[in-house]
Structure formats: structure tokens, C-alpha cells
């Protein structure tokens, strides 16, 4: 079985999703042609090459013999993906070290919390950066590299990965120059598409998620024949649905693990999407938590929005709940009583006239999730460009930092 979107409860006409079929079958073939910038991603599943994950994985099995602690330092792209993985799969059985994520805000005082576990926890340390020069990344791998100096002296070098540009960039010259062990980010490849690459699958191989797993379920994806029903049926429906008012996109999930990789959706929409005063919000929402804050919002509050909610068949841990919760929920299973409420809001929302998407996915394993991975890069890939928009640039980004970076080189003046 593979990924089912249903929108029967999306309030879209037969008529809407047929007339833009072809449109999104051509932005299909576009993004498969290969003749677009910064879209290696969509054949990278099915042109892995084996050699270089088996010395992915025996550089992971080297690290797992002298770190207890494994810190990831990226920004966006560099980290998300992965870290929604970890945190999805939650894969750190005993004998792996923990993974944890820096370099991506600029808060000093997270910083320091992380540079003290360096201090006490054997280390290893990875900066990810296609340039080097990202500012928040930079910063946290100048303070961490200092405080590993300090630990391990010269030896602290064996400790410290790259994954960067193959050839350019200030991190591949201190690569170069200090003997870091590194991994390449593939330059037709974008941060945000980034996680079925060395960017994603290094940290993920350390923390003991079975990558060949996630890939085998991305390229059973990439040939899936369902790409002529639902991803593409996914994509229609989002573009209909902003045709008709619908600006916010509020991605959902009842298992409060996958919540990280909502924040991988977001980044992945967000910036891919909007452009050119076009493209859908994505906001991230985690039940049943937020249905006793914004669910009340939801249900009554102003239309502008649509729900996509990713749902599971099945689940590989339950609690059965004890009697004394009273006759309603005693004897029954956490795992019931979320379904229920699961179709409980789907129903609620449905006669309220709120537009609601489900994607609903087998299992939670790393073959599904990968699966899942590519199901979503693509699709956007595919509303993006019926948006008319570049899937694969970031201007508005590139502004905001054009100014840090002027503000920044102003402080330096005033000294």
C-alpha cells in the first residue's frame, strides 16, 4: 500500500480538478526533465549510488565508536529535514549517540547549553553549508570548533564532518586544509530538497535510522503509478482550493512526533511557493494539543483556510487504558480513542463546510517516511510551478540577509 489522499471533504468540483489536470501533468514531465535548475532531487532515488551510501554508513559506524553526543550544525534545509526524520522515527536505541541540532538561530544562551555538553560528552561534530559563510551556521561551528580545540587539541580535527560544496566555498577550504572528513551537497540539489542526500542522510545514519529503508521507500515512490492519482490530485487540489479563497494551509498531524517534520512542510512550501505575491501560507498544528487552543478557531473562526491532515493506519506502540478512566475509555486503547477523535474533527470540520485533505500513510517506518518525503518534495515541485512560480529560489530570503549583513558591517564601523 502507498500514500492515499482523499478530498472528498475538500469542496472541490470534479470540474476545477479535471480542468487543470493537464497543467500539472506538464509541470510533472518539466520537473522530470531534468532540464530545470536544482532539480537533481527528483531522479536522485533511483540513481543512488551504492558505493557511496556503504561509506556513508561506515563513516557513521565510525563515529558511533568514539561520540556520545553528535551535534548537527545547519541552518533550514541543512538540518530540518533530518531532524524531522529523528524525531518522526525516534530510531537512538542504546549504542548510538544523541543527535542534536545547532547553528540554526542566533540565540547565545542555546548555544552555550549545547558548547557545555561538548564539554563534558565525547563529541563529534558536523557542519553542513554549501558556501560556509551561512551566519548563524558559521557562528555556532566557530564557537564549537574552539571549545573542541580546548578538549581534544589537534585531535579534535578526526571529530569534526562537512558536508559541502564539492569544489567551492570557504567550508571546503578549511575542509581541505584541516582534513575534515566530509560528504558532498550535490549542487543541483536545494537546502529545503536536500534531505535524500548526504545533507539528510548523514546525520540520520548516525542516529541509527535505516537510510536504505528511506530511500528504497522514496524510489518506490518516484515509480509509484498512484503519481497519476493522488500526489498529482494533492497539487490540483491546493491550487484550487487558493483559487477559491483559501490562503492558509494548516498541515496537521495527531501524532505529536511528526510535528518537526510539519516544520519541514512549512519550509519546504513556504519558501518554494511564495513569490510574486502568490502561494498558499503553511502553518503547523499538532492534535490533539492544538484542538484545545486553535481548534476553536478552526471550527468557527474566519474561512480562510484548508486542513491537510496526515493520518497512519497503524501504529507500533498502544496503551491500553486502565478502568478506572471510567466505563467510557476504560479497557480501550490510546490508540482507538485518538482515532476516534481523529474522525470526530474530520466530521466536525466536514459540516462546518471547512475544506479538509487527508493523506493517509501505511505505517510510520523509515521506508513510508521516505516514501512520504518524496511524495511531498514533489507535489510542491508540481503546485509551485502551476503557481508560476521558481520552485527552487529564495529571493525574499536573500534580501533579508542582504541587510543583516549591512547592519552587521555597521556595528563593525562603529567600533
Known sequence: MGIHIDTSSAGLTEECLEKKRDQAEEALDLLWSGGEPFTGWVRLPLEQDEQSIETLLNVAAEVWTKCDLFVVLGAGGSSLGAKAIID????????????????????????????????????????ISKSGTTVETLIAFSVLKEVMKEKYGQAANSRIYTITDEKEGAL????????????????????????????????????????????????????????????????????????????????????????????????????????????????????????????????????????????????????????????????????????????????????AGIPLITVTVPQK?????GRLIYFFELSCGISATMFGVNPFDQPGVERYKHEAIEEIRKLRVGK
Open 88 to 127: 518522526a522515527s525516534k530510531p537512538m536505541p542504546h549504542g548510538f549517540p544523541n543527535v542534536v541540532f545547532a547553528g540554526y538561530n542566533l540565540d547565545a544562551a542555546s548555544l552555550l547549553e549545547v558548547a557545555e555538553q561538548v564539554r563534558i560528552q565525547e563529541t563529534c561534530i558536523c557542519a
Open 172 to 351: 571546503r577550504q578549511e575542509t581541505q586544509a584541516e582534513g575534515y572528513t566530509s560528504f558532498v551537497a550535490p549542487a543541483n540539489v536545494g537546502g529545503r530538497y536536500s534531505v535524500l542526500t548526504p545533507v539528510g542522510l548523514f546525520p540520520l545514519a548516525v542516529a541509527g535510522v535505516d537510510i536504505k529503508a528511506l530511500l528504497s521507500g522514496a524510489e518506490a515512490m518516484a515509480v509509484d503509478p498512484s503519481w497519476d492519482r493522488d500526489a498529482i490530485l494533492y497539487a490540483i487540489a491546493r491550487v484550487c482550493l487558493n483559487e477559491n479563497g483559501k490562503t492558509i494551509e494548516a498541515l496537521e498531524s495527531f501524532d505529536p512526533t511528526m510535528e518537526t517534520f510539519g516544520q519541514w512542510l512549512k519550509q519546504l512550501f513556504g519558501e518554494s511557493e511564495g513569490k510574486d505575491g502568490k502561494g498558499i501560507y503553511p502553518t503547523v498544528l499538532s492534535f490533539t494539543r492544538d484542538l484545545h487552543s486553535v481548534g476553536q478557531y478552526l471550527q468557527d473562526g474566519t474561512p480562510a483556510f484548508f486542513e491537510t491532515m496526515i493520518l497512519f493506519d497503524s501504529s507500533e506502540r498502544d496503551l491500553v487504558i486502565p478502568e478506572s478512566a471510567g466505563a467510557d475509555l476504560g479497557g480501550l486503547t490510546m490508540n482507538q480513542i485518538n482515532d476516534c477523535v481523529a474522525k470526530g474533527v474530520i466530521a466536525a470540520h466536514a459540516k
Open 365 to 369: 517506518d523509515a521506508f513510508h517516511l
